[in-house]
Structure formats: C-alpha cells, structure tokens
C-alpha cells in the first residue's frame, strides 16, 4: 500500500491517499464524527490536523433512545463525515469511538458490533467511554485520578496507579443518578406534580417551568413528560432549576444540594474502592469534573459545591474543571 | 331496528340481534376486552350477563408503552373479542372503556378518539379511569370517598358529596410515583447499584433480585433495565422486595415503609382538597384501596402499613380492601 504520508506527502482523491480515520463523539444530545487523515505511527503529524469532514447527528446512546435510532445515528453519521471528505468507507483505516454512558462491556461490545458490521474487517474499531477521554484530557494523558461527568447523565469514573478502574453511578436515569441533569429536572418535574396536587409544598419552580414550556396547568406536564422518552429533552430543565434555586426557592436549592450530595458521594465511592486517598486519607490525586450540570452560573455553584464536598472528604484532592 | 329484548328473545347471527356493547378494561400489564349484548335501558338484565366473547392484550397505557404500542394492544383486543363472539364491528352500539394511569382529560380524550376511529360515529364510547371504577365498586356504586391504587402505578382519587374531584400522584414514574410498584422495584435496583459501586450499605436485595433474573452481576442490571421500557416488567419485582423485607434486610425495609408514607401521603392530600374528613377532620368516609403493592404478605403488609398512616391522619376513614 502507498505510504505518502511517510515524505510527508498527500496524494488521493481527498488528498490522503492513505486513507482516513473516524473519531466519533457520542454525547447524550448529539453525536458528533470527524474524518481525518491516517499517519503512520512514526509519521509527524500536522499541527492543527485537518480535518476533512465533520457531520453531527442525534444521540448515539440505547439505552436513552433505544437500540435502532441509536445504530440509525451512527451510520447517518459516518457517511456525512465520508461523504464531507471525498472519501467512501473503503478509506477508513481505522474508527475511535467515545461514548457516553452505561459503561458495561455489553454495551460497548455491541456498539463495536456496530461500527465492526459498517466496515471491513480490516478496519481497526476503538471504543472508549468519554468519562476516560476527559480524564486524559484534564490530566494532560495520564490516566490516574478520578473523572466526574454530570451532564445529561452523570458518571464517576477512577484509574488507580496499578492499572485498577472503578465507576459509581452512570445507571441512568431509573437506576438512581440523581446528580445527572435528567435527575435534576425529573425531580423538578417531580416537586412542582406534588405542589399541584397537595402532597408538597408550593415552588417557585412551578410557574418558571410551566412558562419554559410553554404549558397553562402542571396536569399538562404529564403529557409533555413522556410524549419523548429522550433524557436530554428533561435534562435541559436545569438551568431553570438552578434560576429558581438563585431566586431563593428553597425546593430548588434542596434539588440542587442532593445533587451536589449525590455527585461528591459518585466520586467518594470510587476513591475509596481505588485507594487513590493513600492510607492516612490525604494523598494528592485529580479530579476532573466535566458536563453541564457543573458549570458555574451567577449565584448557585454545582461544580464548586461538589467540589467542596469532595475536598471535605480528601483534604488531598485536586479538583480541575477544564474551561471548555 | 330489530329490538328482539324487548321481549326477552334472542336473535341475529350471534343470538343477540340487536347488536353488542363492549367493555374494556385497560390495565398497566394487560388489557381485557369482553364483548356481552346490548339491552335497551328498560329491559331485564339476564343475571348472569352472558358474555359472548373475551379477549386479553397487551398495554394499552400510551404513556408505558408509547403510542402506536397502546392503539395496536387496542385494536387486537378488540377485533378478538368480536371474532369469538361472533359479531363484527357493524354490530356494536357502545363501548365502555376504564383506563388505568394518567388522568389528564388530553389522555382520556386521546384514547376516545382512538375509539372513535375504529367505529362508525353512532356508536357510545364512555371512558372511565379505573380508579372511579374501583370507587365505584367497593362503596357499592356510591362516588363518595376515596380510592388509592397501588399496582404497577399508583394514584389516589376522590369525590366529594358536591360532586367535586381531586386526584393525587398518578404522574408515572418519572414524575415521583414512588409508592407504586415501579417505584419500589427502581428503588430496590437503585440500592443494588448504589452498594455495588460502593456509594451505599450492602443489601440482601442484589443476591435475590440477581437470582430473580439470571443474572450473574450488578452490572448486567443496567442493561437489563433499559432492555425493555414497560413499566410492568420492573414493578413485577415487588414481592422480592417484600421478601427481603420479610427476611430482615433494613433497605428493602425502608423502601417499603417510604412507600407506605408516600402512599398515605396521597391520600391525605386528596382529602384535605375535598374536605372529606369534615371541619374538625374526624367526619367518616371510605378509602377503597386496590392494586397489586397493597396485598397482605406473610410479615409485611403493605395495606395495613397504608391504612394504619390514613387513619393516623383521619381517625374516621374507614379504610377498605376489596376481596378479589
């Protein structure tokens, strides 16, 4: 096979003879595919690389949008960023896929299934979940410390110095993440149902979801609750939730403070399962704590009151959230 | 038009000429359709109704099962029910339908319009929730008091002597139904995962929810979750949360007691809406309480939980268990 890329030539029809490479993001909301141009190990790669195409489609993840609109975006997705770059998939040379979510060697293996049944069997296939990409991306490559995601879904994630991996949460939104953005809004959802029916006490959060949504009555938010099974469709709710929170409501600061609970608790679990804390509990060890839910907004901090929980439990932690 | 009954005879292809009128029953698990004949109002009902021809689906709950799911479930139920009785769909003159789950009037009138759909215009169609109807039948057709429903979802519902109505819980499991028998199962897969993953205490739940399923780790639970949305199939694991609790385990011991409270909870919000319990809160009233959650089991009785709370609330309830 041609190697141009060995004198540091380009030939082909993109320009890249030698064929390309898929990186595929897969986030709650969106997948995103990028078609590069393959190097050799060996070869010095162009500073930025280029990138030949790019297309984004829906949400990659089974368990949020079921097995056959999860495969439908990937493959929408691989031949936009294909067909972007000139190339066809008898170009790619090999597919690195980050997904986001439930972690379970099941999961990945069929998502590898996937992309596997899409190409030739030549094609090298590398599934990674995103909780480990932002890790090595918030520790400069090195895998040691704990990553924290809380976006759609939430996930800690931890990688010992002998190799040893651990998770807590990432099951979802039946299965107990309460600190994720689903989490977050359902139990908004939740507090303004319990208002509205007598259960609970009255909340700011009613009539501020209620205009969000364009709705007259909380009975309405049945129907608009599961006309769409998507998580990041309830997920998106957070930042309301954080509005009310900041306006003084006082069940939205308690939704908000679980959550914190619940995310340094994530990261805690996975510490101390890992023994990143060393004996004495004051051991130095990262961080990173990504996604939406963390971001700061103008009174009320998730990302600093995780944080503060965190270092609370390991005077020796190092929290980073990497400006994005 | 023929009206053979007037006179008590039967006539026509399937002994009933003048036509049939179909009852369904739509639960969270199954729905059931009988098809009996019609009898202008005057005549004498033959004791017991014949019933000409029965039929079982699936889901016909919008909300569990999605749309096209619901209407198909619907559909089936129904053309079986004619086929066995030897009608067809020229014959029927009524149907009378009580759904299970959400009461919003938009899901009331969507599933009436579905019928509606399947039958020329002249044809009745009552849509009934099945809480009116399991009202209805434990204060023997008197629409005063309460009911709570504890199945697969729950809801309570109540009437006042004004003619008034109120309802409480009934948003599905998203929206914070935890004394339902979803709502336990969740939490008991929620404390599987939590002390796998180290955020919470061991429980006697993750060997005999695991066993339940043949499964071989909490991991797989994550997948077996998301591999199939109906609500059903996870509230089935009830009676193994009860028996953990039955066995001594202190989380599936909670669960059940918090479910119990909510449960209660739901009732005393409906009444207080109503004023069942009258100025000095001690006026009787009946609280018919059904479903699958609220059966006696060998130690624990969540039933008895339940009424033993409304009770503590209104010493004038007069809680009731309808023998099935």
Same mark, same amino acid.
């Given at each position: ?19 390309? *490479? ?35 489609? $829906? ?23 294909? %067909? ?16 986001? $979510? ?35 991306? $918030? ?9 924290? *995601? ?58 501020? *979801? ?21 998580? %990041? ?76 929980? *965190? ?5 020796? %932690? ?7």
């Amino acid at each position: 096979m041609r190697n141009p890329h060995s004198n540091g030539e380009a030939t082909g029809e993109n320009g890249f003879g030698d064929g390309v *490479i898929l990186g595929l993001d897969g986030g709650a909301t969106s997948t995103v595919c990028v078609c590069v141009p393959y190097f050799s190990f060996g070869d010095r790669f162009p500073d930025p690389l280029p990138i030949l195409g790019r297309a984004v489609a $829906g949400c990659t993840n089974r368990n949020s949008v079921g097995e056959t609109a999860a495969r439908d975006s990937l493959e929408q997705v691989v031949s936009e960023a294909l %067909a972007q770059s000139g190339s066809d998939k008898s170009d790619v040379r090999g597919v690195c896929l980050g997904v986001s $979510g439930v972690n379970h060697p099941s999961d990945q293996e069929k998502i590898e299934n996937w992309i596997r049944d899409m190409f030739p069997s030549h094609v090298k296939v590398y599934v990674q979940n995103d909780a480990i990409v932002a890790l090595a991306s $918030g520790t400069m490559g090195k895998l040691h410390g704990c990553v924290l *995601i809380a976006g759609t879904g939430c996930i800690a994630y931890g990688f010992g110095e002998d190799g040893k991996e651990a998770r807590a949460s990432g099951g979802g939104p039946i299965l107990g993440d309460w600190g994720s953005g689903y989490g977050i809004s359902a139990q908004a959802l939740t507090a303004v149902i319990r208002a509205h029916d007598g259960r609970g006490p009255e909340t700011l959060l009613t009539s501020t *979801i209620l205009k969000a949504l364009g709705l007259s009555s909380p009975d309405e938010l049945i129907g608009w609750t599961y006309a769409d099974p998507s998580w %990041a469709r309830i997920a998106a709710l957070v930042p309301h939730v954080v509005s009310c929170a900041e306006a003084g409501d006082k069940i939205s600061d308690k939704i908000l403070v679980d959550a914190a609970d619940d995310l340094a608790l994530s990261v805690k679990a996975v510490v101390q399962r890992l023994g990143l804390c060393g004996e004495d509990g004051t051991a130095s060890f990262p961080v990173v704590m990504v996604g939406g839910v963390l971001n700061a907004n103008r009174k009320w901090d998730t990302g600093k009151e995780v944080s503060n929980r *965190i270092i609370r439990y390991f005077p020796g %932690a190092q929290t980073i959230i990497p400006k994005v």
